[in-house]
C-alpha cells in the first residue's frame, strides 16, 4: 500500500498542467452534478475535451471515445437542464426494472461486440474491462442527463471498475480519481433522493 501511495506522488509530480485541469473540471462536474448544478456540464464539457487529446496522445481509444460522447452528453445534458433553472422541469425519476435488464443485457451485448473489435485492432490484457466501463459509462451518462437517480448505482459498479482498469494500466491519479467518483456516487444518490417524484 505503502508503494502505491509512493507512486501516486510520483505520478502526481510528474503531470502535465493540461492532465490536473482536467482532473479538476472532472471533480468539479461530478460535485457540480450530485447537487444538480447546471454548470456540471461546462466543467464536463471542457474537461473530458482535454481527455480527448489526452488519451489520444496515450493511445488509449476506448477511453478516447467514450470522453469524445461525454463532450456530446455535456451539450445535451445543460440543454436538458436549462429549461428548469428551479429544478421544476425536469424532476429526479427512478427507471422500470424491465428498462434495468434491457440495458444490462444491451450493455453486455455491446461490451462483447467491442472486446471482439478491440482485440483485433488492439494489443492490451484489458481490452473486454477498457469496452465494459467504455459501455456502462455511456449508459449511465444518459441516465444522469435525464436525471434518473438509477444513475448513482451503474456508477458504484462503473467508477471502481474503472479504478481498477487505470490501476493495472499504470494511471494511478485517474485510479484515485475513480474512487472519488465512487465517493461522490453514494453522495449524489443520497442528494437526489431527496427530489425523487
Known sequence: MTEFFNVAVQQFQQQSLLELLAVVLAIL???LA???????WPCAFIGTG??????????LVF???????YILMAVVGFLSWKEGKDKSS???TRMDLK?????VIFGCATTILLTKIGNQWFTGDWVWLDAATAVFSVIATVMTARKKIDNWIYWLIVNPASAYLMYQSGLYLTCLLMFFYTAMSVYGFLNWRKDLR
Open 29 to 31: 462536474y461530478v460535485i
Open 34 to 40: 450530485a447537487r444538480q448544478n447546471i454548470w456540471c
Open 50 to 59: 482535454i481527455y480527448v487529446y489526452l488519451f489520444w496522445e496515450v493511445t
Open 63 to 69: 477511453q478516447m471515445l467514450l470522453n469524445f460522447y
Open 90 to 92: 425536469l424532476p429526479v
Open 99 to 103: 428498462i434495468h435488464l434491457l440495458l
